[in-house]
């Protein structure tokens, strides 16, 4: 982990030296959003696989937040 602040933001270094920061706001008391940013990626096709990789994350995410995913 490279800083996080407390229900705002974090940023890590991922295993293979690329990094990713998460950015997470309040709308209100029922809804909120998050925001994912992955960094020094090798190029178009290293894209494409981490950007689906975080949709599939995010979306299990809602789903377990919704009640429709049992396991996040």
């Given at each position: ?11 890590f ?36 696989v ?9 979306d ?13």
């Amino acid at each position: 982990m490279r800083t996080a602040v407390p229900e705002r933001s974090i940023r890590f270094d991922w295993v293979d030296g690329t990094q990713v920061n998460v950015t997470f706001v309040v709308k209100d008391a029922a809804k909120s959003s998050v925001s994912v940013q992955h960094v020094k990626l090798s190029g178009k096709d290293d894209i494409a696989v981490r950007k689906s990789f975080w949709q599939e994350k995010l979306d299990r995410l809602r789903g377990h937040l919704e009640g429709t995913v049992s396991n996040p």
